[in-house]
Protein backbone atom coordinates (compact mmCIF):
# COMPACT_ATOMS: atom_id res chain seq x y z
CA UNK A 1 0.00 0.00 0.00
CA UNK A 2 1.17 3.10 -0.60
CA UNK A 3 0.65 6.58 1.79
CA UNK A 4 1.11 9.76 1.00
CA UNK A 5 1.76 13.08 3.85
CA UNK A 6 0.19 16.34 3.26
CA UNK A 7 2.40 19.46 5.41
CA UNK A 8 0.40 22.17 6.57
CA UNK A 9 1.73 25.79 8.35
CA UNK A 10 -1.24 27.62 9.47
CA UNK A 11 -0.77 30.78 11.75
CA UNK A 12 0.05 28.98 14.94
CA UNK A 13 0.51 25.30 14.27
CA UNK A 14 2.56 23.00 11.63
CA UNK A 15 0.92 19.56 11.35
CA UNK A 16 1.30 16.72 9.22
CA UNK A 17 -1.68 13.94 8.20
CA UNK A 18 -0.45 10.48 6.49
CA UNK A 19 -2.96 9.11 4.17
CA UNK A 20 -4.10 6.38 1.42
CA UNK A 21 -4.78 6.32 -1.53
CA UNK A 22 -8.57 6.94 -0.88
CA UNK A 23 -7.85 9.60 1.25
CA UNK A 24 -8.21 7.90 4.79
CA UNK A 25 -6.59 9.19 7.32
CA UNK A 26 -4.09 7.12 8.91
CA UNK A 27 -2.45 9.53 11.39
CA UNK A 28 -2.16 12.69 12.23
CA UNK A 29 -0.03 15.34 14.42
CA UNK A 30 0.16 19.02 15.28
CA UNK A 31 3.16 20.91 16.55
CA UNK A 32 2.69 24.67 17.78
CA UNK A 33 4.23 27.39 16.11
CA UNK A 34 6.01 30.27 17.56
CA UNK A 35 4.58 34.00 16.67
CA UNK A 36 6.57 36.76 17.97
CA UNK A 37 5.38 40.34 17.83
CA UNK A 38 6.96 43.76 18.95
CA UNK A 39 6.46 45.01 22.33
CA UNK A 40 5.94 48.27 20.65
CA UNK A 41 4.16 48.30 17.01
CA UNK A 42 0.82 46.36 17.27
CA UNK A 43 1.14 46.00 13.53
CA UNK A 44 3.93 43.29 13.75
CA UNK A 45 3.64 39.41 13.20
CA UNK A 46 6.67 37.63 12.79
CA UNK A 47 7.64 33.93 12.75
CA UNK A 48 11.05 31.47 12.14
CA UNK A 49 11.44 29.26 9.52
CA UNK A 50 13.75 27.31 12.18
CA UNK A 51 10.99 27.05 14.62
CA UNK A 52 8.20 26.25 11.48
CA UNK A 53 10.60 23.50 10.27
CA UNK A 54 11.37 21.94 13.15
CA UNK A 55 7.44 22.05 13.83
CA UNK A 56 6.97 19.85 10.96
CA UNK A 57 9.76 17.32 11.33
CA UNK A 58 8.91 16.46 14.53
CA UNK A 59 4.95 15.99 12.79
CA UNK A 60 6.37 13.41 10.13
CA UNK A 61 8.43 11.82 12.83
CA UNK A 62 5.48 11.44 15.08
CA UNK A 63 2.89 10.19 12.05
CA UNK A 64 5.48 7.70 10.90
CA UNK A 65 5.75 6.21 14.57
CA UNK A 66 2.29 5.94 15.66
CA UNK A 67 1.05 4.73 12.33
CA UNK A 68 3.84 2.06 12.01
CA UNK A 69 4.29 2.56 8.31
CA UNK A 70 7.24 2.48 6.81
CA UNK A 71 9.38 5.63 5.24
CA UNK A 72 9.52 3.26 2.60
CA UNK A 73 5.71 3.13 1.90
CA UNK A 74 5.59 7.13 1.96
CA UNK A 75 5.58 7.53 -2.03
CA UNK A 76 5.22 11.47 -1.91
CA UNK A 77 4.38 14.61 0.30
CA UNK A 78 2.74 17.80 -0.39
CA UNK A 79 3.21 21.17 1.69
CA UNK A 80 0.99 24.38 1.94
CA UNK A 81 1.18 27.51 4.29
CA UNK A 82 0.07 30.21 5.02
CA UNK A 83 1.01 33.38 2.28
CA UNK A 84 3.88 34.74 4.59
CA UNK A 85 7.03 36.09 3.13
CA UNK A 86 10.06 34.17 4.45
CA UNK A 87 14.03 36.22 3.70
CA UNK A 88 16.93 34.18 3.57
CA UNK A 89 20.30 35.38 2.23
CA UNK A 90 22.11 33.56 -1.45
CA UNK A 91 22.65 30.18 0.86
CA UNK A 92 19.34 29.95 2.40
CA UNK A 93 20.18 31.11 5.70
CA UNK A 94 17.45 33.27 7.54
CA UNK A 95 17.44 37.00 7.48
CA UNK A 96 15.85 39.21 10.23
CA UNK A 97 13.23 41.06 9.42
CA UNK A 98 12.26 41.59 12.97
CA UNK A 99 11.01 45.09 14.58
CA UNK A 100 12.10 44.34 18.05
CA UNK A 101 11.67 47.19 20.25
CA UNK A 102 11.18 49.44 17.35
CA UNK A 103 8.34 52.23 17.29
CA UNK A 104 6.11 52.85 14.60
CA UNK A 105 8.34 55.57 12.88
CA UNK A 106 11.54 53.66 13.60
CA UNK A 107 13.19 52.86 10.59
CA UNK A 108 16.98 52.17 11.72
CA UNK A 109 16.15 48.73 13.41
CA UNK A 110 19.33 46.77 13.73
CA UNK A 111 17.63 43.94 13.84
CA UNK A 112 16.69 44.35 10.41
CA UNK A 113 18.92 42.32 7.66
CA UNK A 114 21.50 40.09 9.87
CA UNK A 115 21.03 36.37 10.09
CA UNK A 116 18.12 36.22 13.11
CA UNK A 117 15.46 33.82 13.94
CA UNK A 118 12.74 35.98 12.78
CA UNK A 119 12.51 35.66 9.33
CA UNK A 120 8.95 35.47 8.37
CA UNK A 121 7.03 38.45 7.77
CA UNK A 122 3.39 36.81 8.64
CA UNK A 123 0.23 37.01 6.41
CA UNK A 124 -1.16 39.31 9.50
CA UNK A 125 1.66 41.71 9.76
CA UNK A 126 0.62 45.05 8.84
CA UNK A 127 3.81 46.77 8.61
CA UNK A 128 3.11 47.84 5.23
CA UNK A 129 0.24 49.93 4.79
CA UNK A 130 1.79 52.90 2.97
CA UNK A 131 3.39 50.68 0.36
CA UNK A 132 0.24 49.40 -0.42
CA UNK A 133 -1.48 52.32 -0.62
CA UNK A 134 1.68 53.74 -3.34
CA UNK A 135 0.94 50.69 -4.96
CA UNK A 136 -2.65 51.19 -5.49
CA UNK A 137 -1.97 54.56 -6.83
CA UNK A 138 0.34 53.42 -9.55
CA UNK A 139 -2.67 52.18 -12.09
CA UNK A 140 -0.76 49.09 -13.25
CA UNK A 141 -2.11 46.84 -14.84
CA UNK A 142 -1.21 43.77 -12.42
CA UNK A 143 -3.61 45.54 -10.07
CA UNK A 144 -6.73 44.12 -12.37
CA UNK A 145 -5.02 40.90 -10.65
CA UNK A 146 -6.02 41.73 -7.04
CA UNK A 147 -9.41 42.54 -7.57
CA UNK A 148 -8.22 46.28 -8.41
CA UNK A 149 -6.45 46.92 -5.01
CA UNK A 150 -3.75 45.37 -3.53
CA UNK A 151 -3.72 44.19 -0.22
CA UNK A 152 -0.87 45.21 2.75
CA UNK A 153 -1.23 41.14 3.19
CA UNK A 154 0.07 40.71 0.15
CA UNK A 155 4.21 40.18 -0.36
CA UNK A 156 5.42 43.37 -2.89
CA UNK A 157 4.14 45.72 -0.06
CA UNK A 158 6.39 44.01 2.56
CA UNK A 159 9.31 42.95 -0.27
CA UNK A 160 9.40 47.12 -0.81
CA UNK A 161 9.18 47.75 2.75
CA UNK A 162 12.13 45.48 3.66
CA UNK A 163 13.93 47.08 0.91
CA UNK A 164 13.12 50.71 2.28
CA UNK A 165 14.35 49.76 5.90
CA UNK A 166 17.09 46.89 5.31
CA UNK A 167 18.86 48.77 2.00
CA UNK A 168 22.32 47.20 2.85
CA UNK A 169 21.47 43.53 3.04
CA UNK A 170 18.60 44.01 0.44
CA UNK A 171 20.36 42.58 -2.26
CA UNK A 172 21.84 39.35 -0.82
CA UNK A 173 18.47 38.23 -0.10
CA UNK A 174 16.12 35.58 -1.14
CA UNK A 175 12.39 36.20 -0.84
CA UNK A 176 9.44 33.49 -0.93
CA UNK A 177 6.02 32.86 -0.25
CA UNK A 178 6.25 30.48 2.58
CA UNK A 179 4.95 27.32 0.35
CA UNK A 180 7.91 28.05 -1.49
CA UNK A 181 10.37 27.98 0.98
CA UNK A 182 9.08 24.84 1.91
CA UNK A 183 9.51 23.21 -0.98
CA UNK A 184 13.43 24.77 -1.47
CA UNK A 185 14.09 23.11 2.00
CA UNK A 186 12.62 20.18 1.18
CA UNK A 187 14.13 19.57 -2.37
CA UNK A 188 17.16 22.35 -2.56
CA UNK A 189 15.24 23.39 -5.70
CA UNK A 190 14.25 27.04 -5.91
CA UNK A 191 11.36 26.09 -8.36
CA UNK A 192 8.39 28.23 -7.83
CA UNK A 193 4.92 27.70 -7.68
CA UNK A 194 2.45 29.51 -10.07
CA UNK A 195 0.28 29.77 -7.13
CA UNK A 196 2.41 31.64 -4.78
CA UNK A 197 3.95 33.41 -7.31
CA UNK A 198 0.21 34.63 -9.19
CA UNK A 199 -1.74 35.24 -5.85
CA UNK A 200 1.21 37.23 -3.95
CA UNK A 201 3.56 38.31 -6.14
CA UNK A 202 2.42 39.86 -8.42
CA UNK A 203 3.44 37.32 -11.20
CA UNK A 204 1.70 37.61 -14.54
CA UNK A 205 1.28 34.27 -16.39
CA UNK A 206 2.54 34.76 -19.99
CA UNK A 207 -0.34 35.26 -22.01
CA UNK A 208 -2.60 36.71 -19.86
CA UNK A 209 -3.63 40.59 -20.99
CA UNK A 210 -3.62 43.42 -18.25
CA UNK A 211 -4.56 46.60 -19.41
CA UNK A 212 -2.77 49.67 -17.66
CA UNK A 213 -5.45 51.81 -15.94
CA UNK A 214 -2.90 54.94 -15.56
CA UNK A 215 -2.25 55.35 -19.27
CA UNK A 216 -4.95 53.24 -21.07
CA UNK A 217 -2.35 50.77 -22.83
CA UNK A 218 -3.21 47.52 -22.91
CA UNK A 219 -0.14 44.55 -22.34
CA UNK A 220 0.19 40.83 -22.99
CA UNK A 221 2.39 39.51 -19.86
CA UNK A 222 5.54 37.80 -21.80
CA UNK A 223 7.86 36.29 -19.25
CA UNK A 224 5.31 36.54 -15.79
CA UNK A 225 6.58 39.76 -14.73
CA UNK A 226 5.96 42.98 -15.42
CA UNK A 227 9.01 45.02 -15.89
CA UNK A 228 7.27 48.26 -15.61
CA UNK A 229 5.25 47.78 -12.31
CA UNK A 230 8.05 46.79 -10.54
CA UNK A 231 10.66 50.21 -11.66
CA UNK A 232 7.25 52.21 -10.87
CA UNK A 233 7.06 50.90 -7.25
CA UNK A 234 10.82 51.37 -6.41
CA UNK A 235 11.99 47.58 -6.96
CA UNK A 236 14.17 48.38 -9.99
CA UNK A 237 16.63 46.19 -8.79
CA UNK A 238 14.20 43.02 -9.47
CA UNK A 239 14.03 43.74 -12.87
CA UNK A 240 17.78 44.31 -13.56
CA UNK A 241 18.38 41.65 -11.46
CA UNK A 242 15.81 39.11 -13.92
CA UNK A 243 13.69 38.61 -10.91
CA UNK A 244 16.61 36.12 -9.60
CA UNK A 245 15.23 36.78 -5.97
CA UNK A 246 11.59 35.85 -6.95
CA UNK A 247 12.79 32.42 -8.45
CA UNK A 248 14.07 34.29 -11.92
CA UNK A 249 12.34 34.56 -15.30
CA UNK A 250 10.82 31.15 -16.09
CA UNK A 251 12.40 30.08 -18.95
CA UNK A 252 15.70 31.93 -18.40
CA UNK A 253 16.71 31.68 -15.37
CA UNK A 254 13.47 29.99 -13.22
CA UNK A 255 10.88 27.51 -13.12
CA UNK A 256 7.40 28.25 -11.96
CA UNK A 257 5.57 24.71 -11.78
CA UNK A 258 1.52 24.58 -11.26
CA UNK A 259 -0.34 22.64 -8.50
CA UNK A 260 1.44 19.29 -7.13
CA UNK A 261 3.97 19.17 -10.50
CA UNK A 262 7.27 17.80 -8.85
CA UNK A 263 10.10 19.64 -7.64
CA UNK A 264 13.33 19.04 -8.22
CA UNK A 265 14.61 15.46 -7.63
CA UNK A 266 12.69 14.65 -4.63
CA UNK A 267 13.57 15.02 -0.66
CA UNK A 268 17.16 15.76 -0.36
CA UNK A 269 19.38 13.40 1.91
CA UNK A 270 19.41 16.44 4.94
CA UNK A 271 15.67 17.05 4.53
CA UNK A 272 14.55 13.46 4.29
CA UNK A 273 16.68 12.88 7.89
CA UNK A 274 14.78 15.98 9.04
CA UNK A 275 11.60 14.44 8.35
CA UNK A 276 12.49 10.66 8.92
CA UNK A 277 11.33 9.61 5.12
CA UNK A 278 13.61 8.60 2.04
CA UNK A 279 15.28 10.57 -0.14
CA UNK A 280 13.88 10.85 -3.34
CA UNK A 281 10.68 10.79 -2.21
CA UNK A 282 8.37 13.46 -4.52
CA UNK A 283 7.61 16.90 -3.90
CA UNK A 284 4.68 18.14 -4.74
CA UNK A 285 4.97 21.95 -5.90
CA UNK A 286 3.18 24.04 -2.85
CA UNK A 287 0.25 25.86 -2.81
CA UNK A 288 -1.20 28.20 -0.20
CA UNK A 289 -3.03 27.18 2.72
CA UNK A 290 -6.54 27.91 1.45
CA UNK A 291 -6.07 26.83 -1.86
CA UNK A 292 -5.08 23.36 -0.79
CA UNK A 293 -8.30 23.58 1.54
CA UNK A 294 -9.83 23.75 -1.80
CA UNK A 295 -7.79 20.80 -3.51
CA UNK A 296 -9.10 19.14 -0.48
CA UNK A 297 -12.44 19.57 -0.15
CA UNK A 298 -14.69 20.12 -3.89
CA UNK A 299 -14.08 17.02 -5.05
CA UNK A 300 -16.44 15.41 -2.71
CA UNK A 301 -19.33 13.66 -3.26
CA UNK A 302 -21.84 15.12 -0.42
CA UNK A 303 -24.04 12.91 1.82
CA UNK A 304 -27.34 13.96 3.20
CA UNK A 305 -28.64 13.49 6.57
CA UNK A 306 -30.15 9.73 5.84
CA UNK A 307 -26.52 8.95 4.69
CA UNK A 308 -27.57 8.88 0.96
CA UNK A 309 -24.34 9.92 -1.42
CA UNK A 310 -25.38 11.97 -3.98
CA UNK A 311 -23.41 14.88 -6.47
CA UNK A 312 -21.06 13.15 -7.62
CA UNK A 313 -18.72 15.84 -9.07
CA UNK A 314 -17.01 16.15 -12.48
CA UNK A 315 -14.40 19.39 -13.41
CA UNK A 316 -17.12 21.18 -14.46
CA UNK A 317 -19.02 21.25 -11.02
CA UNK A 318 -15.37 22.77 -9.61
CA UNK A 319 -16.90 26.52 -10.67
CA UNK A 320 -19.88 26.03 -8.94
CA UNK A 321 -18.45 25.39 -5.53
CA UNK A 322 -16.90 27.99 -2.91
CA UNK A 323 -14.53 26.33 -0.81
CA UNK A 324 -14.90 28.05 2.78
CA UNK A 325 -11.15 27.52 4.74
CA UNK A 326 -11.92 28.77 8.46
CA UNK A 327 -9.85 29.05 10.97
CA UNK A 328 -8.00 31.96 12.35
CA UNK A 329 -9.25 33.84 9.23
CA UNK A 330 -11.38 32.94 6.56
CA UNK A 331 -10.37 32.28 2.62
CA UNK A 332 -12.98 31.69 0.25
CA UNK A 333 -11.30 30.22 -3.16
CA UNK A 334 -13.69 29.96 -6.24
CA UNK A 335 -12.71 28.19 -9.52
CA UNK A 336 -13.99 29.42 -13.05
CA UNK A 337 -12.89 29.07 -17.05
CA UNK A 338 -12.41 32.44 -17.73
CA UNK A 339 -10.81 35.08 -15.32
CA UNK A 340 -13.61 37.14 -13.65
CA UNK A 341 -12.40 40.48 -12.21
CA UNK A 342 -14.82 41.32 -9.16
CA UNK A 343 -13.44 44.59 -7.58
CA UNK A 344 -12.09 43.35 -4.01
CA UNK A 345 -11.88 40.28 -4.42
CA UNK A 346 -8.70 38.74 -5.18
CA UNK A 347 -7.65 37.38 -8.52
CA UNK A 348 -8.22 36.35 -10.92
CA UNK A 349 -5.60 34.29 -11.16
CA UNK A 350 -4.27 32.20 -14.55
CA UNK A 351 -2.93 29.01 -13.19
CA UNK A 352 -3.39 28.57 -9.69
CA UNK A 353 -4.25 25.41 -9.54
CA UNK A 354 -5.53 24.20 -12.48
CA UNK A 355 -3.33 24.71 -15.92
CA UNK A 356 -5.61 26.92 -17.70
CA UNK A 357 -8.24 27.91 -15.32
CA UNK A 358 -8.64 30.99 -13.14
CA UNK A 359 -9.14 31.22 -9.48
CA UNK A 360 -10.46 34.14 -7.40
CA UNK A 361 -9.82 34.86 -3.53
CA UNK A 362 -12.21 36.31 -0.86
CA UNK A 363 -11.24 36.80 2.47
CA UNK A 364 -11.92 37.51 5.81
CA UNK A 365 -8.79 38.72 7.51
CA UNK A 366 -10.80 37.81 11.50
CA UNK A 367 -13.02 35.13 11.53
CA UNK A 368 -12.03 32.59 14.33
CA UNK A 369 -10.12 34.78 15.94
CA UNK A 370 -12.83 37.36 16.28
CA UNK A 371 -14.94 34.89 18.26
CA UNK A 372 -12.05 34.60 20.63
CA UNK A 373 -11.53 38.17 21.26
CA UNK A 374 -15.24 39.09 21.88
CA UNK A 375 -15.76 35.93 23.99
CA UNK A 376 -12.30 36.77 26.34
CA UNK A 377 -12.67 40.59 26.25
CA UNK A 378 -16.54 40.11 27.57
CA UNK A 379 -16.31 41.20 31.50
CA UNK A 380 -18.58 37.58 32.17
CA UNK A 381 -15.70 35.52 30.57
CA UNK A 382 -13.69 34.18 33.75
CA UNK A 383 -17.51 32.75 34.97
CA UNK A 384 -17.97 31.04 31.60
CA UNK A 385 -14.18 29.40 32.09
CA UNK A 386 -15.41 28.81 36.03
CA UNK A 387 -18.64 27.14 34.71
CA UNK A 388 -16.85 24.97 32.07
CA UNK A 389 -14.14 23.98 34.90
CA UNK A 390 -16.36 23.16 37.32
CA UNK A 391 -19.28 21.17 34.44
CA UNK A 392 -16.73 20.10 32.43
CA UNK A 393 -17.99 21.30 29.30
CA UNK A 394 -16.26 23.78 26.73
CA UNK A 395 -17.40 27.19 26.25
CA UNK A 396 -18.73 27.20 22.77
CA UNK A 397 -21.45 23.95 24.15
CA UNK A 398 -21.99 26.55 27.37
CA UNK A 399 -22.94 29.35 25.08
CA UNK A 400 -25.16 27.51 23.00
CA UNK A 401 -27.31 25.48 26.03
CA UNK A 402 -27.18 28.86 27.71
CA UNK A 403 -28.85 30.57 23.96
CA UNK A 404 -31.37 27.71 24.11
CA UNK A 405 -32.87 28.71 27.74
CA UNK A 406 -32.85 32.50 26.75
CA UNK A 407 -34.68 31.59 23.39
CA UNK A 408 -37.46 29.86 25.22
CA UNK A 409 -37.63 31.78 27.93
CA UNK A 410 -37.91 35.05 26.09
CA UNK A 411 -40.54 33.41 23.54
CA UNK A 412 -38.31 34.06 20.17
CA UNK A 413 -39.09 32.06 17.17
CA UNK A 414 -35.10 31.75 15.78
CA UNK A 415 -31.58 32.71 17.78
CA UNK A 416 -31.77 35.71 15.09
CA UNK A 417 -34.58 36.79 16.82
CA UNK A 418 -33.26 36.50 20.03
CA UNK A 419 -30.45 39.34 19.18
CA UNK A 420 -32.75 41.04 16.42
CA UNK A 421 -32.09 44.68 17.77
CA UNK A 422 -28.09 43.90 18.40
CA UNK A 423 -26.06 44.38 15.08
CA UNK A 424 -22.27 43.88 14.56
CA UNK A 425 -20.41 44.95 12.19
CA UNK A 426 -17.06 42.64 12.31
CA UNK A 427 -14.32 44.48 10.60
CA UNK A 428 -11.75 45.23 13.47
CA UNK A 429 -8.45 44.09 11.42
CA UNK A 430 -9.77 46.40 8.44
CA UNK A 431 -11.95 44.30 5.79
CA UNK A 432 -9.79 42.06 2.97
CA UNK A 433 -13.34 41.56 0.76
CA UNK A 434 -15.33 42.58 -0.67
CA UNK A 435 -14.52 45.95 0.41
CA UNK A 436 -10.80 45.94 0.23
CA UNK A 437 -10.42 48.73 2.49
CA UNK A 438 -7.76 48.18 5.82
CA UNK A 439 -9.32 51.02 7.23
CA UNK A 440 -12.24 49.48 8.36
CA UNK A 441 -13.40 48.99 11.89
CA UNK A 442 -15.58 47.10 13.94
CA UNK A 443 -18.92 48.67 14.99
CA UNK A 444 -21.80 47.13 17.24
CA UNK A 445 -25.00 49.12 17.76
CA UNK A 446 -28.02 47.82 20.30
CA UNK A 447 -25.55 47.23 23.31
CA UNK A 448 -27.28 47.11 27.01
CA UNK A 449 -26.02 48.52 30.36
CA UNK A 450 -25.27 44.26 31.33
CA UNK A 451 -21.86 41.92 31.61
CA UNK A 452 -23.85 39.14 32.55
CA UNK A 453 -23.10 35.55 30.86
CA UNK A 454 -26.67 36.38 29.26
CA UNK A 455 -24.98 39.45 27.43
CA UNK A 456 -22.18 37.87 26.69
CA UNK A 457 -24.16 34.36 24.74
CA UNK A 458 -25.60 37.30 23.18
CA UNK A 459 -22.43 38.65 21.68
CA UNK A 460 -21.38 35.50 20.95
CA UNK A 461 -24.61 34.61 18.56
CA UNK A 462 -24.74 38.55 16.54
CA UNK A 463 -20.79 37.67 15.93
CA UNK A 464 -21.92 34.40 14.41
CA UNK A 465 -24.24 36.12 12.17
CA UNK A 466 -21.81 39.15 11.46
CA UNK A 467 -19.37 36.38 10.03
CA UNK A 468 -22.32 34.72 7.95
CA UNK A 469 -23.22 38.23 6.56
CA UNK A 470 -20.10 39.55 5.52
CA UNK A 471 -19.87 36.17 3.69
CA UNK A 472 -22.79 36.62 1.87
CA UNK A 473 -21.47 40.08 0.97
CA UNK A 474 -18.33 38.09 -0.74
CA UNK A 475 -20.78 35.53 -2.01
CA UNK A 476 -23.12 38.37 -3.41
CA UNK A 477 -20.35 40.16 -5.30
CA UNK A 478 -18.66 37.42 -6.91
CA UNK A 479 -21.64 35.88 -8.40
CA UNK A 480 -23.00 39.57 -9.45
CA UNK A 481 -19.91 39.49 -11.68
CA UNK A 482 -19.72 36.13 -13.15
CA UNK A 483 -19.51 33.58 -10.49
CA UNK A 484 -21.87 30.85 -10.27
CA UNK A 485 -21.34 29.56 -7.38
CA UNK A 486 -24.28 27.31 -5.51
CA UNK A 487 -23.13 25.78 -2.70
CA UNK A 488 -20.19 25.83 0.37
CA UNK A 489 -17.59 23.44 0.80
CA UNK A 490 -16.41 24.12 4.23
CA UNK A 491 -12.38 22.99 6.45
CA UNK A 492 -10.90 23.89 9.02
CA UNK A 493 -11.66 24.41 13.05
CA UNK A 494 -14.87 26.19 12.28
CA UNK A 495 -16.35 24.24 10.39
CA UNK A 496 -17.39 21.85 13.52
CA UNK A 497 -19.66 24.82 14.79
CA UNK A 498 -23.07 23.29 13.73
CA UNK A 499 -24.79 26.72 14.86
CA UNK A 500 -22.53 28.45 12.85
CA UNK A 501 -23.01 26.40 9.97
CA UNK A 502 -26.46 26.21 9.98
CA UNK A 503 -26.88 29.90 10.04
CA UNK A 504 -24.73 30.21 7.15
CA UNK A 505 -26.54 27.79 4.88
CA UNK A 506 -29.63 29.75 6.15
CA UNK A 507 -28.15 33.46 5.07
CA UNK A 508 -26.67 32.26 1.80
CA UNK A 509 -29.73 30.33 0.88
CA UNK A 510 -27.57 27.44 -0.46
CA UNK A 511 -26.13 23.82 0.96
CA UNK A 512 -23.08 23.80 3.13
CA UNK A 513 -20.76 20.66 2.73
CA UNK A 514 -18.40 19.44 6.09
CA UNK A 515 -16.15 16.73 5.36
CA UNK A 516 -15.47 14.17 7.74
CA UNK A 517 -12.32 15.81 9.10
CA UNK A 518 -13.41 19.31 8.52
CA UNK A 519 -9.40 20.59 10.08
CA UNK A 520 -7.64 17.30 7.81
CA UNK A 521 -8.91 18.66 4.90
CA UNK A 522 -6.48 21.36 4.37
CA UNK A 523 -3.34 18.88 5.06
CA UNK A 524 -5.54 16.64 2.85
CA UNK A 525 -5.17 18.78 -0.18
CA UNK A 526 -1.46 19.32 0.57
CA UNK A 527 -1.31 14.68 0.06
CA UNK A 528 -2.88 14.92 -2.65
CA UNK A 529 -0.54 16.99 -4.70
CA UNK A 530 2.21 14.78 -3.03
CA UNK A 531 0.49 12.08 -4.92
CA UNK A 532 0.56 13.62 -8.22
CA UNK A 533 3.70 14.67 -7.89
CA UNK A 534 4.51 10.83 -7.34
CA UNK A 535 2.25 9.50 -10.21
CA UNK A 536 3.89 12.15 -12.65
CA UNK A 537 7.28 11.78 -11.56
CA UNK A 538 7.15 7.46 -12.07
CA UNK A 539 5.96 8.64 -15.50
CA UNK A 540 8.34 10.66 -16.50
CA UNK A 541 11.01 7.77 -14.63
CA UNK A 542 12.39 10.52 -11.88
CA UNK A 543 13.77 13.04 -14.53
CA UNK A 544 13.79 16.58 -13.40
CA UNK A 545 11.57 19.12 -15.62
CA UNK A 546 14.45 20.59 -17.98
CA UNK A 547 13.32 23.80 -18.45
CA UNK A 548 9.92 26.13 -18.54
CA UNK A 549 8.23 24.71 -21.89
CA UNK A 550 8.61 21.26 -20.23
CA UNK A 551 7.11 21.93 -17.53
CA UNK A 552 4.54 23.88 -19.26
CA UNK A 553 3.62 20.91 -21.79
CA UNK A 554 3.77 18.73 -18.97
CA UNK A 555 1.27 20.44 -17.32
CA UNK A 556 -1.28 20.51 -20.00
CA UNK A 557 -0.32 17.16 -21.30
CA UNK A 558 -1.40 15.68 -17.41
CA UNK A 559 -4.55 17.61 -18.23
CA UNK A 560 -7.54 16.27 -15.11
CA UNK A 561 -4.95 13.62 -13.54
CA UNK A 562 -4.98 15.81 -9.93
CA UNK A 563 -9.06 16.36 -10.18
CA UNK A 564 -9.12 12.76 -11.10
CA UNK A 565 -7.36 12.40 -7.64
CA UNK A 566 -9.22 14.50 -5.64
CA UNK A 567 -12.64 12.76 -6.32
CA UNK A 568 -11.10 9.59 -5.62
CA UNK A 569 -9.24 10.75 -2.18
CA UNK A 570 -12.33 12.46 -0.88
CA UNK A 571 -14.66 11.38 1.26
CA UNK A 572 -18.47 12.22 0.96
CA UNK A 573 -19.43 14.75 3.06
CA UNK A 574 -22.06 15.69 5.21
CA UNK A 575 -24.91 18.25 3.35
CA UNK A 576 -26.66 20.72 5.75
CA UNK A 577 -29.47 22.37 3.84
CA UNK A 578 -30.41 25.91 4.51
CA UNK A 579 -33.69 25.97 7.60
CA UNK A 580 -37.16 25.43 5.39
CA UNK A 581 -40.70 25.47 6.97
CA UNK A 582 -42.36 29.24 8.53
CA UNK A 583 -39.93 29.01 10.74
CA UNK A 584 -37.38 29.28 8.36
CA UNK A 585 -38.80 31.51 6.45
CA UNK A 586 -39.13 34.32 9.28
CA UNK A 587 -35.79 33.71 10.21
CA UNK A 588 -34.57 34.41 6.52
CA UNK A 589 -36.90 37.32 6.26
CA UNK A 590 -35.25 39.34 9.43
CA UNK A 591 -31.78 37.92 8.12
CA UNK A 592 -32.46 39.89 4.95
CA UNK A 593 -32.93 43.20 7.00
CA UNK A 594 -30.25 42.50 9.61
CA UNK A 595 -28.34 42.30 5.69
CA UNK A 596 -29.54 45.30 4.79
CA UNK A 597 -28.53 46.99 8.02
CA UNK A 598 -24.96 45.23 7.54
CA UNK A 599 -24.59 46.97 4.07
CA UNK A 600 -25.54 50.29 5.68
CA UNK A 601 -23.01 49.96 8.24
CA UNK A 602 -20.13 50.33 5.51
CA UNK A 603 -21.65 53.46 3.92
CA UNK A 604 -22.25 54.79 7.50
CA UNK A 605 -18.70 53.89 8.76
CA UNK A 606 -16.72 55.10 5.43
CA UNK A 607 -18.98 58.63 5.82
CA UNK A 608 -18.34 59.02 9.59
CA UNK A 609 -14.76 58.66 8.54
CA UNK A 610 -14.72 61.27 5.51
CA UNK A 611 -16.56 64.11 8.42
CA UNK A 612 -13.73 63.60 10.71
CA UNK A 613 -10.81 64.01 7.90
CA UNK A 614 -12.30 66.95 7.18
CA UNK A 615 -12.78 68.53 10.56
CA UNK A 616 -9.36 67.62 11.49
CA UNK A 617 -7.73 68.57 7.91
CA UNK A 618 -4.90 71.73 8.48
Known amino acids: MDYYIGFDVGTGSGRACLVDKTGKLIAEHTEPTQTH ?7 IFEQSTNDIWSALSKCSKTVLSESGISPSQVKGIGFDATCSLAVTDKQGKPVSVSRTGASEDDESDENLGKEGEWNIVLWA ?8 EEINASGEGVLQFVGKTMSLEMEVPKTLWLLRHMKRFFADCM ?7 LTYKATGSLARSNCSLACKFSYVPPGAKMTHDCDGTEEVSKDGWSGRFFKKIGLDSMVENDFEQLGGIPGKNGLVLTAGQPVGK ?5 AAQDLGLEEGCAVGSGVIDAYAGWIGTVGAASALDDGKVTDIPSFQHSGTRLAAI ?18 GVWGPYLHAVFPGSWMNEGGQSSTGQLIDFVMQTHPAYPKLVELSKSTGKNVFALLAERLEIMQKEHGAETLTHLTKDLHFYPDMHGNRSPLADPKMRGMLTGIELSDSLNDLARKFNVTLEAICLQTRHIVDEMNAKGHRINSIYMSGSQAK ?20 QPSAA ?6 MLGRFAHEISASRQDTPFKDQQDALDAGKKDGLKLWDI ?26 EVKYKIFREAVDVQRRWRDMVAEAIKE
Open 37 to 43: RSPTDHR
Open 125 to 132: DHRAEVEA
Open 175 to 181: FFDLPDY
Open 266 to 270: GLSKE
Open 326 to 343: AGTSTCYIAQSEEGILVP
Open 497 to 516: NSALMRLLATVLNMPVVIPP
Open 522 to 527: VPLGAA
Open 566 to 591: MVEMTQAGKRIEPRTGKEGEREKKLL
